[in-house]
């Protein structure tokens, strides 16, 4: 009965930490490929984030923030999904030929002109890909969030472990599952289109 508030907890989550993690993420990994000095240090850095326990992670952000629920789940949704973005970004970015740069030189831009206009429109696929696995990470660390008092699928999962009840915890772990489809679906539909673009843009 409480499916669709569950959903839009869940989904809250998500996309709410993404959206975060996209607007800082990418820029880090523009950084990371224009700067080579710091690009181990960034993502040397978003690296050791990802290989934090999700549990000791929200323990800490409880106690740093000095509130359980929605908030510090969100920033540590934020920190997990900063690392496959800012890497799809750097490997998209460094991936460009040097005939691509150069031409998108002799057209007389800009250096930020070539970088949004040229570099990152034929690192889209890339960028996408990255933000794809963050989602898809997300759906699936925010169950954990429940722990904490976030809501989402994660309370019927947390309840069905507590109550050694296998429906109650299928009724979050299923809905959960299906979502990360959904959104590796979306995504992947999302690649192709833009992969479609930047070959045509390409034969130009």
Known sequence: EDFWQLTREHLLLVFVSLA?????????GVAAAKMPRIAQLILGTVGVIQTIPSLALFAFLIALVGTIGTF????????????????????GLSGIGTGMRQAAMALGLA????????????????????IKTSAVINVGTATIAAFI?????????ASGLALNDNVTLLAGAIPAAALALIVQGA????????????RARGKV
């Open 20 to 28: 975060a993690s996209v607007a800082l993420g990418v820029p880090l």
């Open 72 to 91: 510090p789940a969100l920033i540590a949704l934020f920190l997990y999904a900063l690392l496959p973005i800012v890497r799809g970004t750097h490997t």
């Open 111 to 130: 250096s930020r002109d070539r970088l949004w206009l040229i570099e990152v429109p034929l690192a889209l696929p890339s960028i996408l890909a990255g």
């Open 149 to 157: 008092g976030a809501g989402g699928y994660g309370e019927r999962i």
């Open 187 to 198: 995504f992947e539909v999302g690649e192709r289109r833009f992969g479609w673009m930047v």
